[in-house]
């Protein structure tokens, strides 16, 4: 289609992970222990002992660390808000789903397809109701092909977990097997879909230009993108819906009697999850938590002298946190 050759050019973004060091846990706790992003990387190009640094030489573009950071010091880049709207826009039975460096047939292509993390699946599987497939028959032949075996466990620990629909989508190796139906549209429908999508892609760079300029600093607090994913597609997915993605998603920390109050883990936490109570200075008074801005990265009971804290995912779906993958997995 044209509309979608043009779009791309609009939309696209380089496939090197997005770096904001002030996010990464290793710079807010020296004795941190994440190293989520360097045990995914295949191509072996991010180190950590002095900061987080990427060797662009050595990056192969997969985006597979940005679907393992917890607290986004590396992120995507990618306009995911645009293939949602592409989603729900369908006419096609199946969308296909394509990387921005393969040919083919396909309804919407993102940078590379390491970078869905489970959020991002989930949230897929939850809108609308036909087959989505993921096409990674190109792959083999790329420098991005090690991604392939991450992705396939998180679609695997996807269709573990209680969502409807997780069943949606699946990866696709075989190019014959690929359903790659083209979108119909009328003269009207063209020039609406080009201006909505057109301007999507403008603000999407228009954004990223604004991020350059104004850099976070450790004492800011923000949220990574796939966490507020979940929390915006929960706000307009049908209240059911909702609800199945919260009770997967939100996590629950818990302070023990060991507690002293000392609101360093406030201090400590990328995205304010907890935060100091109002209206008292009591010693023993313990922070506050808002579950849908944690991500448990953990970096609350690593920073907490005392031991006091416990980071756990809702145990109403039986998953707990996977601290060597910074991911979720079933118990």
């Known amino acids: 289609m044209v509309t979608g050759h043009i779009l791309e050019k609009l939309a696209a973004t380089a496939a090197a992970p997005v770096r904001d060091p002030s996010r990464c846990l290793r710079m807010r706790f020296s004795e941190s222990s994440c190293d989520r992003c360097r045990a995914v990387c295949p191509a072996g190009?991010?180190?950590?002992?002095?900061?987080?640094?990427?060797?662009?030489?050595?990056?192969?573009?997969?985006?597979s660390c940005t679907s393992a950071c917890p607290s986004g010091a590396l992120e995507a880049g990618a306009d995911f808000d645009r293939l949602l709207g592409n989603l729900a826009g369908r006419s096609a039975a199946t969308f296909v789903l394509g990387c921005e460096r393969q040919g083919g047939g396909a309804h919407h292509r993102i940078p590379c397809h390491g970078m869905l993390s489970v959020e991002h699946l989930a949230v897929l599987a939850l809108r609308g109701d036909g087959a989505i497939q993921v096409d990674i028959s190109p792959c083999s032949a790329c420098p991005s092909s090690a991604m392939r075996e991450g992705l396939a466990?998180?679609?695997e620990l996807l269709h573990g977990l209680p969502l409807p629909g997780v069943g949606r989508i699946v990866l696709v190796d075989d190019p014959a097997r690929i359903d790659f139906g083209p979108e119909t549209l009328d003269r009207r429908g063209f020039f609406n879909s080009f201006r909505r999508l057109a301007l999507q892609g403008i603000a999407s760079v228009i954004s990223g230009a604004e991020?350059?300029?104004?850099?976070?600093?450790?004492?800011?607090?923000?949220?990574?993108?796939?966490?507020?994913?979940?929390?915006?597609?929960?706000?307009?997915?049908?209240?059911?819906?909702?609800?199945?993605?919260?009770?997967?998603?939100?996590?629950?920390?818990?302070?023990?009697?060991?507690?002293?109050?000392?609101?360093?883990?406030?201090?400590?936490?990328?995205?304010?999850?907890?935060?100091?109570?109002?209206?008292?200075?009591?010693?023993?008074?313990?922070?506050?938590?808002?579950?849908?801005?944690?991500?448990?990265?953990?970096?609350?009971?690593?920073?907490?002298?005392?031991?006091?804290?416990?980071?756990?995912?809702?145990?109403?779906?039986?998953?707990?946190?996977?601290?060597?993958?910074?991911?979720?997995?079933?118990?």
């Open 45 to 63: 190009a991010i180190s950590l002992e002095n900061g987080l640094a990427v060797d662009d030489g050595r990056c192969a573009g997969c985006l």
């Open 153 to 155: 466990r998180r679609l």
């Open 211 to 331: 991020e350059q300029r104004s850099p976070l600093t450790y004492l800011d607090k923000s949220l990574p993108a796939r966490r507020r994913l979940v929390n915006s597609a929960a706000e307009s997915l049908p209240p059911e819906l909702a609800r199945s993605l919260t009770r997967t998603f939100d996590r629950q920390v818990t302070f023990s009697g060991a507690c002293s109050g000392c609101m360093g883990c406030v201090r400590a936490c990328p995205t304010a999850a907890l935060a100091e109570p109002e209206g008292t200075s009591q010693p023993e008074q313990r922070p506050t938590f808002d579950a849908r801005r944690c991500t448990g990265c953990g970096l609350c009971m690593e920073f907490c002298l005392d031991g006091a804290i416990m980071n756990r995912l809702s145990l109403e779906n039986g998953c707990m946190i996977d601290k060597a993958g910074g991911s979720v997995s079933p118990r």
